[in-house]
């Protein structure tokens, strides 16, 4: 890979239908569920275990069909690519690095049963428990290996699938695991077969937006996403915890009303059979109801926020606060602080388009791209060192850059000697001017001959780009008109 990055953000959209738009082509009519990593070096098979994984699908019950959205560069319009192989998985990645920048893809992921289209007459009769296995007919056997075959409910089935996806969701090489090639599956005698309903159940993750009870046996694959499914059932239900211990291998939790007589609690831990969080024990469903909870929720941080309008950020970035807010009293029932919504907006963008400081430190890198692809362009860069007077290493301040396009000092050449200087703040994390030369050409149209980023409007930034001004766009103009404000 040519990229620096060694990754790049899915969004999975799962559950939902591919609908058709006359506008802008294919598109999925649901909002994605899960933002997942992918990393350039995966393959085919480790895709389809991070979906298993991340979607808490159960490959023993579904199997994956994984689709792409993908521009159409002669119509304009997104298509449909399917994704069969690793020739597809690279081919995504590639095509991903030639845009020359870290962006995001949009997979789609269908679920195909496995093994529910027979009929009935095929599926195995199970005795109940505690019934007597007397009147089970041998003739049940072969039925009762195939249906273990096809839908097994068994835990140490589902452990050594959980086993091959570690914690960043990376495949751990066991693409040969099959479920004919385990022992238990040949020798298991299924005429005295019987449903158990102890076993773990893995949480779905549509599960995790929206009230669900929380149950004893219940499975997460990070505590963290415990966590939110916790949040979650609080937040729709009005009511609000409180974590008494958390580590490395447990959490326990309590109603914020304990002192007050409400009963409820909770304890998870980080189970060694599956390597998942698994909750071990909660004393019913949790019915009490705080009467103080105001338009906020304390257990609603600004993280939770981030996840319902990352989306929008994605689609506008400037959406106004009255849509988002809107969005998340329709998702939450509640009305954030400015403070958590502000907060929010920052995790959002930067996990959509990055950090203020990653920003600056793609800066370079845009730069060398606008001068490879536009040869004779003129950058210059001056850092805070130069002040100090310390030598450049490879890790330096920002502090100013000029920049012109070759075209642009052709094109003044043949322009009248007028330059309209100016200056614009730039209102972020990070203060700075945009400082920018514009002359008129023979059709008195506009034309900007040069750019600079400094840290104000001072007399040594001036300075500095209009010597740059007068060396680089017009230096064999004896006598230049300079208008700008700062006149007055």
Not at 76 to 93: S, T
Not at 373 to 392: A, C, M, R
Request: with cysteine; hydrophobic share 35%.
């Amino acid at each position: 890979m040519a990229s620096g990055s060694k990754f790049v953000m899915g969004w999975l959209y799962c559950d939902g239908n591919i609908v058709n738009n006359s506008v802008i082509g294919s598109m999925y009519d649901k909002d994605p569920i899960r933002f997942v990593k992918l990393l350039f070096n995966l393959n085919f098979r480790g895709l389809l275990d991070l979906l298993y994984a991340k979607l808490f699908i159960d490959p023993n019950l579904y199997k994956l069909r994984v689709l792409r959205r993908v521009m159409n560069s002669t119509t304009n319009k997104f298509g449909i690519a399917p994704i069969v192989d690793d020739d597809d998985v690279d081919y995504l990645f590639e095509s991903l690095d030639g845009l020359g920048s870290k962006t995001h893809v949009e997979l789609y992921v269908e679920k195909i049963p496995i093994g529910l289209s027979e009929s009935s007459n095929d599926m195995v009769q199970c005795s109940k428990i505690g019934e007597s296995s007397e009147n089970t007919s041998t003739s049940h056997n072969s039925r009762s290996v195939q249906f273990s075959e096809n839908i097994s409910s068994d835990s140490s089935s589902r452990s050594l699938y959980m086993n091959r996806v570690d914690g960043e969701g990376n495949s751990r090489g066991s693409s040969e695991f099959r479920d004919d090639d385990i022992p238990y599956y040949r020798s298991f005698d299924g005429s005295l077969m019987v449903i158990s309903y102890q076993e773990p159940v893995m949480q779905n993750v549509g599960d995790l937006h929206s009230p669900a009870e929380l149950r004893k046996g219940m499975v997460f694959e990070t505590k963290e996403e415990l966590l939110e499914a916790v949040k979650r059932v609080h937040i729709s239900n009005h009511q609000e915890f409180e974590v008494v211990r958390s580590d490395v291998l447990t959490w326990y939790v309590e109603c914020k009303l304990t002192s007050t007589g409400c009963p409820w609690r909770m304890r998870a831990r980080k189970r060694t059979t599956h390597n998942f969080f698994e909750i071990m024990d909660t004393n019913g469903p949790h019915n009490c109801l705080n009467q103080l909870i105001s338009q906020d929720h304390r257990n609603l941080n600004c993280s939770n926020i981030a996840e319902i309008i990352t989306s929008l950020i994605a689609a506008d970035p400037s959406v106004s606060d009255k849509v988002l807010l809107s969005t998340i009293l329709k998702e939450y029932g509640y009305t954030p602080s400015k403070k958590k919504l502000r907060d929010a907006r920052r995790i959002a963008t930067n996990s959509v388009y990055g950090s203020w400081e990653q920003s600056y430190q793609k800066l370079p890198l845009f730069l060398n791209a606008l001068q490879r692809s536009n040869p004779g362009t003129y950058v210059d860069w001056y850092f805070k060192e130069h002040d100090l007077g310390q030598p450049i290493s490879e890790v330096v301040k920002f502090k100013r850059v000029f920049w012109t396009f070759h075209p642009c000092i052709d094109a003044f050449a043949h322009c009248i000697p007028v330059l309209q200087i100016d200056g614009t703040h730039l209102y972020a994390k990070y203060k700075g001017v945009l400082l920018t030369a514009t002359t008129v050409d023979g059709f008195y149209h506009f034309l900007p001959v040069a750019f600079a980023i400094v840290e104000g409007e001072n007399i040594g930034s001036w300075t500095w780009f209009m010597e740059r001004v007068r060396r680089i766009v017009a230096p064999n103009r004896t006598w230049v008109c300079v208008i700008s404000d700062r006149h007055a």
